[in-house]
């Protein structure tokens, strides 16, 4: 045999430098779920080791993280019922609790990465992400509702707006309404891929949004679509989008790698909650190691094409790497 592949595996230091994927803290974005309260840090109870933060207790908790090398957070809101309405007024108030704990993020932090979530879900009392009329989730008139949300983000100090709710034509609504009030330098990240996938439950836990009738099949892609991705990605590139996105992101890596081979912005993926409970649920019970699965996990996301990966393992990598 001339060719044997195991001489270039056969110690530590020749693995690493014929190494093709690396993965670091800088690649991971890492999600934390914001409550309206001043001090509260509540598990829940679907994803163990997660939890929601109050307004005092998340800056903290983003000061422990810059420490471990994380530079990159994405917030969501979880909204009480008495905030909520038809058209999720809420999302835009200039009282909303999520704008202001922002805000004081960026002051205190001036220096890291901050995502928002641009959706009706959280704010909504039907719980879709778009209006909702007779059973019908209204596309058109939705835009304007989401379009105001990412003003106010990006007025509050979000670097990147990150629209969820996979309605057609928002893109275009958000960049125009940025770059009509001087945000020109405010990011998009479109959720361009977003499958109506089974493994959002225990985000929908986290945030008490789930729908209140029907899914969300009608707005989300259908799982056993690929070429779709292409269509969708295509319609965010032209309107504006800096970054398009897969979500979920274990069960799609084809969907990332095409979208990889086919674009030029950066392709990054949303490891979901679903995905990040499964993991752990099967640690827990010693039936996987931890760390050396999660790390598997990102590595394979990475390798399929991701410039970038939103994660809940994002803390408990960067504390195994500072070992």
Not at 292 to 318: H, P, V
């Amino acid at each position: 045999m001339y060719q044997r592949p195991r001489r270039n595996r056969k110690s530590s230091a020749i693995r690493k430098m014929v190494e093709e994927t690396h993965l670091t803290v800088s690649h991971l974005i890492y999600p934390l779920f914001i409550t309206h309260t001043k001090k509260e840090k509540s598990p829940i109870v679907s994803m163990p080791g997660i939890y929601r933060w109050g307004h005092e207790e998340v800056l903290q908790e983003i000061e422990d993280c810059i420490e471990l090398g994380i530079e990159n957070f994405v917030l969501f809101p979880v909204v009480p019922e008495e905030m909520k309405s038809k058209r999720g007024e809420y999302s835009y108030d200039e009282n909303n609790f999520y704008l202001k704990t922002a805000i004081a993020i960026k002051n205190r932090f001036p220096h890291i990465n901050l995502m928002s979530d641009v959706a009706l879900d959280p704010y909504s009392t039907d719980g879709h992400d778009g209006i909702v009329e007779n059973g019908i989730i209204l596309n058109d008139e939705t835009l304007p509702v989401l379009a105001q949300m990412s003003l106010a983000q990006a007025q509050a100090g979000f670097d990147i707006i990150g629209p969820s709710d996979m309605m057609d034509g928002r893109i275009a609504a958000i960049r125009e309404i940025l770059d009509d009030n001087n945000h020109t330098n405010t990011s998009i990240m479109a959720y361009s891929a977003k499958y109506a996938s089974a493994f959002y439950g225990p985000f929908r836990d986290a945030l008490d949004s789930a729908p209140k009738a029907g899914d969300k099949k009608t707005y989300q892609m259908n799982p056993a679509n690929k070429k779709e991705a292409l269509l969708e990605a295509m319609l965010d590139l032209e309107e504006g989008a800096d970054f398009l996105m897969v979500k979920p992101a274990l069960s799609y890596l084809d969907v990332i790698h095409l979208l990889n081979e086919n674009f030029t912005l950066p392709i990054t993926a949303y490891n979901v909650s679903g995905e990040y409970a499964m993991v752990k649920a099967a640690a827990l019970n010693g039936w996987l190691n931890y760390e050396a699965t999660f790390t598997e996990t990102l590595l394979s996301m990475r390798r399929a094409g991701a410039s970038a990966i939103l994660t809940y393992f994002a803390k408990d990598f960067a504390e195994a790497n500072q070992k």
